[in-house]
């Protein structure tokens, strides 16, 4: 029988998905291991407003933490403070740039425990979890296992789909008491920037569809064709480095390797070669479309769909048709 700690941060008003795929990993988790409690710790403004839908989607109890904003060195504090009242097996965070870059292993630091990042799945064998992870920038994937009472591992969005909310499930729902004392955090925030964003753009990490450009798109007009396309189909939109650097998407959606690792349904990406570091942040998305001119380009290994042609004669065309279905 496994104990399970999730991690939740409820920064805003509505709950994102990745809290709720880690409810979905970690009832699956039980489900091979020998049915156990799943705690959920939720930290931040909105901690309590998540607490019954948390339990809905799969925690036995929720425990809150309400504070003003979700602070690395907060959350980490919490965090130890929660392990040690709880005693978990295993501790799975999201991959994240809170959890994934700074709390998942910092906590393993501080506990001397191993800790698996960015898992995109796992296998039980016996007792034993094995963490499944993509390796060498996702050419490879590798199974890790953890030595010792206590595992911790952070997981990648999309890996798992959130369980269908039963409202029939009951959970407990109560604050964790913090010491604000024992907390002295070494960072101060002293403002925080919001990246910019077009009216209406979604956010890469809560877009079923992202719509990806690189190079070949060949200015920051090519990309205003290319978010027509996105809001057409409700998408998000991406760029590869070049098109982060040359100013045609904002750095915050950049898709790779020092970008966010997305895992939409649909990725389409037009006018992007395909280079490893890319395909570390897009390799996991669902189906692939790839457009672009070279059908030599590497992309074309891992996409499921390939269009060799040059993307201005393609999406136009591609809106134009979609248009036409919407109406
Ligand atoms: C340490 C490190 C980290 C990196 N991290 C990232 C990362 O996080 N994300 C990332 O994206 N890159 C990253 N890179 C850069 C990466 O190696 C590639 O250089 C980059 O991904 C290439 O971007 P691209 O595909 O847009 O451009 P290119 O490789 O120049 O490809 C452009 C593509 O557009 C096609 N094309 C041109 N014109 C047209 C047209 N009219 N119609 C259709 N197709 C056309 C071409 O055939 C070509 O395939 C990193 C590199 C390093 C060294």
Redesign the pocket.
């Known amino acids: 029988m496994a104990h399970i700690l999730t991690f939740c941060a409820a920064s805003q008003p509505e709950i994102p998905r990745h809290p709720l795929e880690l409810l979905a990993a970690a009832r699956a988790l039980n489900a091979q291991l020998g049915e156990g409690p799943v705690h959920t710790l939720c930290v931040g403004p909105a901690s309590r407003v998540y607490g019954e839908e948390l339990i809905h989607r799969g925690a036995d109890q929720v425990l809150t933490v309400e504070c003003p904003s979700v602070e690395a060195e907060i959350s980490l504090a919490v965090v130890e403070s929660a392990i040690q009242h709880l005693a978990p097996q295993v501790v799975i965070f999201p991959h994240d740039d809170l959890s994934g870059a700074y709390v998942g292993p910092y906590v393993a630091y501080r506990l001397g425990a191993g800790i698996a990042t960015d898992c995109v799945g796992f296998a039980v064998q016996g007792e034993d979890i094995r963490w499944l992870r993509p390796v060498y920038g996702g050419k490879a994937m590798a199974y890790m296992r953890i030595y010792g009472p206590i595992q911790l591992a952070t997981m990648r969005a999309r890996a798992f789909d959130p369980l269908p909310a039963d409202p029939a499930r009951r959970g407990e729902i109560r604050s964790f008491p913090v010491d604000w004392k024992s907390v002295r955090p070494q960072i101060r925030v002293v403002e925080r920037l919001e990246a910019k964003r077009e009216e209406g753009e979604l956010p890469l990490d809560r877009a079923e569809i992202i719509v990806s450009g690189?190079?070949?798109i060949?200015s920051a007009e090519g990309f205003t064709v290319l978010r027509e396309l996105a809001r057409v189909l409700g998408a998000a939109v991406g760029g590869?480095?070049?098109?982060a650097d040359l100013g045609w998407v904002p750095h915050s959606h950049?898709?790779?390797?020092?970008?966010k690792i997305v895992a939409p349904h649909l990725y389409i990406a037009?006018?992007?070669?395909?280079?490893?570091?890319?395909i570390?942040?897009a390799g996991s998305s669902k189906t692939i479309v790839a457009?672009?001119?070279?059908p030599d380009?590497p992309?074309f290994k891992l996409a499921h769909i390939g269009v060799v042609?040059?993307?201005?004669k393609v999406v136009p065309a591609l809106i134009e048709v979609l248009r036409e279905w919407r109406s």
Not at 240 to 243: C, F, V
Not at 270 to 276: E, R
Not at 309 to 312: K, V
């Open positions: 690189g190079r070949g060949g590869s480095r070049p098109a950049l898709v790779g390797q020092t970008g037009v006018g992007i070669s395909g280079a490893t570091q890319h570390a942040g457009i672009n001119k070279d380009a992309i042609e040059e993307w201005e």
